[in-house]
């Protein structure tokens, strides 16, 4: 079974970080440096280094979150998903210690969360939940965890068992 390739707004949605530090954000310091000028640049861009400083483990887990992003992008056309339709990866977020990525996929509940240990192995870390959306059954949340996993009574080994998560609420 083959997999069809995104749609171009799709490729250009999966690209949007990307395409944003490349092209618009260089456009926009220039325009704000000809604006401002250079004592306003200065003092702006040393408020906004020292905010990225205070703001680091943020910004590390952000990073790390559109990271994960293309490191599943890579791992789905490797699980054979049915239908053919490569799950969408709607949005990526830091929570706590973990990652919750909420993708859309109308038939990959199941096959995700049989495949829990591949993408687990593709984003080296040790354990993957999956977990559908309690209330639009195309929605998928993959809730990715770079601890150990504990002994919890709500994680089942079913699919059709499983406890949605609180991200959800």
Known sequence: MTTTPPTFPLRI??????????TLLPYGVVTFA?????????????????TAVLRRRQ??????AIRLQHRLRAVFPHLRLPGGRLPAILWSRPRGGDIVVSLFGREAFEHLHRHRSVLAAACGIPE???????RYASLVTLTI???PPKREPGRAALPSNVVPLRAHS
Not at 13 to 22: D, G, K, M, Q, S
Not at 128 to 134: E, F, L, N, Q, S
């Open 128 to 134: 993957v939940y999956v977990d559908r959306h309690p």
């Open 145 to 147: 965890s770079p601890t």
């Open 59 to 64: 910004v590390r887990a952000r990073i790390h």
């Open 13 to 22: 949605y999966h690209w949007r970080w990307e395409i944003l530090a490349v």
């Open 34 to 50: 000809l604006w401002a000028g250079p004592l306003w640049t200065a003092a702006v861009f040393a408020g906004a280094a020292g």
